[in-house]
């Protein structure tokens, strides 16, 4: 009797021990887990460039006439400063030269904002975009956002650089003074470019659009390398013969579309003074459901002569 009795308590122990052992491992196991997730792997910093400062207004004297140049931009309602995807630029170069860019990242494209920027700071660097100057701006885009995608979670990579292989894209507008008596415009997709002459002539643009022409896939300046001869034939270059006093106006698709409604804006815009007057305007459009809600940007020149 007493061995039957110390051989029910011996296999109670043994079971006990087993009991425990199992559960001091589960135990440990779930601080381990824990421990891991108070120490997250480090997530992908969104991209944030800074948006270029208000300009108003930039005063500047080039080749024997005035510049009166400001600059705005907005982001989507909605959408936050470090959504913004389009991206302006001007550049003085003493008394050589003078350009003017703006670009629009496109939306459905991964770092579009980054390739934005870059094709705008290289035109007015260099002026129209060569192959060459394409291929430069090409290696930073693969440097940078490699370094993004590198920072990113191990699972999201693969969709990072699936994407990059659709290609990511931007239209863009630019405009370069090399003298007092005409400027050259070239345009790509539906970033475009207004002007005017004096004595509030006929307002010209470039590309010539109608409202239907605007649409959610306009032709752009893609990144892959492959795509870089078809633009030969895409892009519209014109140059224009300065009159005494000239108005032009950048901008993308979304106030573009509706200038080319109603062009009565036109005088609105150029009697914008700060940023407050501009987001002011673009919540009304916005309110009357006139204008569609995207990234807006605009860069309006004023050239006058210099004893005005």
Not at 44 to 70: C, D, H, M, N
Not at 197 to 218: C, R, T, V, W
Request: proline letters at 4%; charged letters at 25%; glycine letters at 4%.
């Amino acid at each position: 009797m007493n061995q039957l009795i110390n051989n029910v308590l011996n296999v109670a122990f043994d079971s006990i021990c087993l009991f425990l052992g199992a559960s001091l491992s589960f135990y440990l196991i779930r601080i381990k887990n824990t421990t891991k997730k108070q120490h997250p792997v480090e997530r992908e910093t969104p991209v944030k460039l800074t948006i270029s400062p208000q300009i108003a207004p930039f005063l500047r004297e080039f080749k024997g006439r005035q510049f009166k140049i400001q600059q705005f931009q907005l982001p989507k309602s909605g959408n936050s400063e470090a959504e913004y995807e389009d991206r302006a630029k001007v550049l003085f170069e003493n008394d050589t030269f003078l350009r003017v860019a703006i670009a629009d990242g496109a939306t459905e494209s991964i770092f579009s904002d980054i390739w934005a920027e870059l094709i705008v700071e290289k035109f007015v660097e260099n002026g129209f975009l060569e192959t060459t100057q394409l291929k430069e701006v090409y290696q930073v885009f693969i440097e940078t956002t490699n370094k993004r995608i590198e920072k990113a979670p191990e699972m999201r990579r693969w969709t990072m650089y699936n994407k990059m292989e659709r290609g990511t894209q931007a239209t863009m507008a630019g405009i370069e003074f090399l003298n007092s008596e005409s400027f050259k415009l070239t345009a790509l997709g539906d970033s475009c470019i207004f002007y005017q002459g004096q004595n509030n002539s006929k307002i010209e643009m470039l590309p010539a659009l109608s409202p239907e022409d605007f649409g959610n896939s306009p032709q752009a300046i893609c990144h892959l390398p492959n795509t870089w001869e078809r633009l030969n034939t895409q892009w519209i270059k014109q140059e224009v013969v300065l009159e005494d006093t000239f108005k032009i106006l950048l901008c993308t698709d979304a106030l573009a579309q509706y200038l080319t409604t109603d062009p009565t804006i036109w005088e609105a815009l150029f009697q914008l003074n700060d940023q407050e007057s501009f987001t002011t305007l673009i919540k009304d459009l916005l309110s009357q459901q006139v204008l569609k809600n995207d990234d807006v940007t605009l860069v309006t020149i004023d050239v006058l002569p210099l004893n005005v």
